[in-house]
């Protein structure tokens, strides 16, 4: 059964992680391979999980050596990212090279995290928005970098971890109305989320 809560107990201290950081890196970059999904031309999900989550704790706290003082507030930020066991979560990123039609984009995607859902099984599951902070501006203008969970009945469950089963990935949004099909490679590694 996957972990479901990173403690301060599962980060590793910087000395040791240092020696082992380009291995540990490898092998959480394999995991994640068969984690991200492109949906339109400027859209891609990295689905989270336990090792994701665990990695980008150890990093920050690697990175920004802010020592034992820093680990709580980094597991504050990224728990919730860490599946539940009957949901799917996921990072979305909104990459746009050029800054001028970033920010025109940008500018006409307010409220994209609402609009995110998985099909499965002739059933719709809706994204909602990581309640941490809200990500699109006042003026309207949407966050690059997005959080959403995908909250699963058993039954959708079952049906997403049938094998070959068609998952389809997108969004509603007005103004980006893309979808893809989820490979089967990703599916069969995203159910590893569940149970």
Request: overall charge negative; some cysteine.
């Amino acid at each position: 059964m996957a972990k479901r809560t990173l403690t301060e107990a599962d980060i590793i201290p910087n000395a040791e992680y240092a020696r082992t950081r380009m291995e540990w890196r490898r092998k959480i970059t394999d995991k994640k391979r068969h984690r991200r999904v492109d949906v339109g031309p400027y859209i891609t999900f990295y689905f989270e999980c336990y090792e994701t989550m665990w990695l980008q704790v150890q990093e920050m706290v690697f990175i920004e050596k802010g020592g034992a003082e820093q680990i709580p507030g980094e597991l504050e930020a990224y728990n919730p990212l860490v599946p539940n066991g009957s949901e799917l979560t996921a990072t979305f990123m909104i990459e746009i090279d050029d800054p001028i039609r970033r920010k025109r984009i940008l500018d006409g995607l307010g409220g994209i995290e609402e609009t995110a859902f998985l099909r499965v099984g002739g059933e719709t599951i809706a994204g909602k928005p990581e309640a941490d902070a809200d990500r699109t501006s006042a003026a309207g203008k949407a966050s690059s970098v997005q959080f959403v969970h995908f909250p699963f009945t058993a039954d959708q469950i079952a049906a997403f971890s049938s094998s070959n089963a068609e998952v389809i990935l997108g969004f509603t949004h007005p103004n980006y109305r893309h979808m893809t099909v989820v490979s089967e490679a990703t599916r069969a590694e995203l159910t590893t989320d569940f149970g």
